[in-house]
C-alpha cells in the first residue's frame, strides 16, 4: 500500500510538473494588436516605447504616454501642446521592455541622446503578415506612397 501511494504521489506530481511546463509555453506574450499603429515593426511584444528626441515614454499596455511635468511623472492618453506638432510615425523610438524605465530616466537620456537608429518601419506601413489585422489599419493599406519607401504622402 505504501508503495502505491508514493507512486500515485509520483504520477501526480509528475501531472502537475508537466501541466506548469505546457502553461508557460501556452502563455507567452504577444500584444502586436495593443501597439500603436506608429510603433516599429519587428516586436511581438513591447511593454514601453523611449523617444529620446523628446523625452518621452509611452506604455504599450496602458496606452499612455508617460513625461515629465514639473518634476513629476505625468501619465496621459495624449501629449500636451507644449510638445508641439511631434510626428510619431517618424520619430525615432526605442523599444524598451522593463517595468517602469522613466524611473530610470536618467540612464536611458544618457544612453540615447542623439540616437537616431536604423531606419524604422512603422505598422501602418508594413506589409509583415503579422500586423495585417492590425486593429486601426486600413484593408490593403500599403506602403506610404507606392514607392516602397515607407514614407510620404500617399494619394489613396
Known amino acids: 500500500m505504501k508503495k502505491l501511494v508514493t507512486l500515485f504521489s ?9 501541466q506548469s511546463t505546457a502553461q508557460i509555453r501556452v502563455n507567452a506574450n504577444i500584444n502586436i494588436g495593443s501597439q500603436p ?4 515593426v519587428g516586436y511581438d511584444y513591447v511593454d514601453y516605447y523611449y523617444l529620446p528626441d523628446v523625452d518621452v515614454y509611452y506604455n504599450v ?7 515629465l511635468d ?7 492618453a495624449s501629449l500636451p501642446t507644449r510638445f508641439g506638432n511631434i510626428n510619431l510615425y ?4 526605442v523599444v524598451i521592455n522593463e517595468p517602469r524605465p522613466y524611473l530610470r530616466a536618467d540612464v536611458y537620456r544618457v544612453k540615447y541622446k542623439g540616437w537616431k537608429g536604423p531606419k524604422q518601419i512603422v505598422i501602418r ?3 509583415d503578415d503579422r500586423y495585417r489585422n492590425h486593429p486601426g489599419r486600413a484593408v490593403g493599406h500599403s506602403k506610404g506612397n ?4 515607407g514614407k510620404g504622402k500617399g494619394k489613396g
Request: charged letters at 20%.
Open 146 to 149: 507606392g514607392n516602397g519607401k
Open 70 to 76: 514639473g518634476g513629476r511623472w505625468i501619465f496621459a
Open 90 to 93: 517618424s520619430v525615432p523610438k
Open 10 to 18: 509520483f504520477v501526480l506530481s509528475m501531472a502537475f510538473v508537466q
Open 37 to 40: 499603429l506608429w510603433g516599429p
Open 61 to 67: 499596455p496602458q496606452r499612455r504616454f508617460i513625461y
Open 125 to 127: 506601413d508594413s506589409d
